[in-house]
C-alpha cells in the first residue's frame, strides 16, 4: 500500500492541560479501504516534516476538525503544521486532498473569502458534483461562495456554497463532505482517493 501523510485535530483537555493529536479511528478503516497507509503526524512541524522525509510519503491528507485560527479556532498550531506541509509538498508534485477544514487551509491559502455558512451541518444534502445531483454529509459552519484561479470549482450546494475545488495545474483536490463517514462508503469517494493518489 502507498503510505500517505494525514494530519490530525487537535483536542484540547483543560482537566489535564493537555493538547492532544486525535484522529477518528474511521480515517485507518476508510484509507486502507482505499488501498493507503495512513501515517498519523503530530501537530508539531519539525516532527511532521521529518516524518514525511523519512516515510516515504506519496501525498498528504489534510483532515477535519478545529476551525482556522483566522475563524476563531483553538489549534493555531495545527494550522503552522499543515501550510509548512503544503510548502513540503508542493514542489515535489505530491498530490494533497483536503477534507473539510482541510480544503478551507487550502482556500484560504489561495487568499479565497471564507465567512459562517448555515444549514451545513446534516448528514444528508444533495449538491451538484460534476453537475449530477449526489447526496453526501455535511459538517461544517465555514465556507466559500466563490472561488478563483487557480481554483476551480467542481461541487456545490443549492445555496451556493462551494463543495469541491482542485487545482488547475497541480494535484490539489478538496472536498467538504465526510467520505469516513460514510456506511458503506461511496465508491465515488474510494474512487476518488485512489485516482488522486494513484493506486493501482
Same mark, same amino acid.
Given at each position: 500500500?502507498?503510505? *500517505?501523510? %494525514? #494530519?490530525?485535530? *487537535?483536542? %484540547?483537555?483543560? &482537566?489535564?492541560?493537555?493538547?492532544? @493529536?486525535?484522529? @477518528?479511528?474511521?480515517? #485507518?478503516?476508510?484509507?486502507?479501504?482505499?488501498? +493507503?497507509?495512513?501515517? +498519523? +503526524?503530530?501537530?508539531v512541524t519539525e516532527a511532521a516534516l521529518a516524518l514525511c522525509a523519512g516515510a516515504g510519503i506519496?501525498?498528504? =491528507?489534510?483532515?477535519?476538525?478545529?476551525?482556522?485560527?483566522?475563524?476563531?479556532?483553538? &489549534?493555531?498550531?495545527? @494550522?503552522? *503544521?499543515?501550510?509548512?506541509?503544503?510548502?513540503?509538498?508542493?514542489?515535489?508534485?505530491?498530490?494533497?486532498?483536503?477534507?473539510?477544514?482541510?480544503?478551507?487551509?487550502?482556500?484560504?491559502?489561495? &487568499?479565497?473569502?471564507?465567512?459562517? %455558512?448555515?444549514?451545513?451541518?446534516?448528514?444528508?444534502?444533495?449538491?451538484?458534483?460534476?453537475?449530477?445531483?449526489?447526496? %453526501?454529509? $455535511?459538517?461544517?459552519?465555514?465556507?466559500? =461562495?466563490? $472561488?478563483?484561479?487557480? +481554483?476551480?470549482?467542481?461541487?456545490?450546494?443549492? @445555496?451556493? !456554497? !462551494?463543495? &469541491?475545488?482542485?487545482? $488547475? $495545474?497541480?494535484?490539489? #483536490?478538496?472536498?467538504?463532505?465526510h467520505p469516513e463517514r460514510c456506511a458503506p462508503y461511496s465508491p465515488a469517494d474510494v474512487a476518488?482517493?485512489?485516482?488522486?493518489?494513484? *493506486?493501482?
Amino acid at each position: 500500500m502507498k503510505a *500517505v501523510a %494525514v #494530519t490530525q485535530r *487537535v483536542s %484540547v483537555v483543560p &482537566a489535564y492541560g493537555e493538547r492532544r @493529536d486525535c484522529l @477518528d479511528q474511521a480515517w #485507518t478503516k476508510f484509507l486502507t479501504a482505499c488501498g +493507503l497507509l495512513p501515517v +498519523l +503526524l503530530p501537530n508539531v512541524t519539525e516532527a511532521a516534516l521529518a516524518l514525511c522525509a523519512g516515510a516515504g510519503i506519496a501525498g498528504l =491528507v489534510l483532515t477535519g476538525g478545529n476551525d482556522l485560527a483566522a475563524l476563531g479556532g483553538d &489549534a493555531p498550531e495545527r @494550522d503552522a *503544521v499543515e501550510m509548512a506541509l503544503l510548502d513540503w509538498a508542493e514542489p515535489r508534485g505530491l498530490p494533497v486532498l483536503g477534507v473539510c477544514r482541510g480544503m478551507q487551509l487550502i482556500q484560504q491559502r489561495f &487568499a479565497i473569502p471564507l465567512r459562517r %455558512v448555515e444549514d451545513h451541518v446534516t448528514q444528508r444534502q444533495v449538491i451538484q458534483i460534476d453537475g449530477k445531483p449526489t447526496e %453526501v454529509n $455535511s459538517y461544517h459552519r465555514f465556507a466559500a =461562495v466563490d $472561488s478563483r484561479p487557480p +481554483l476551480e470549482v467542481w461541487a456545490v450546494a443549492g @445555496d451556493g !456554497v !462551494v463543495k &469541491a475545488i482542485r487545482h $488547475s $495545474s497541480r494535484p490539489i #483536490t478538496g472536498i467538504m463532505w465526510h467520505p469516513e463517514r460514510c456506511a458503506p462508503y461511496s465508491p465515488a469517494d474510494v474512487a476518488l482517493f485512489r485516482r488522486i493518489f494513484e *493506486v493501482d
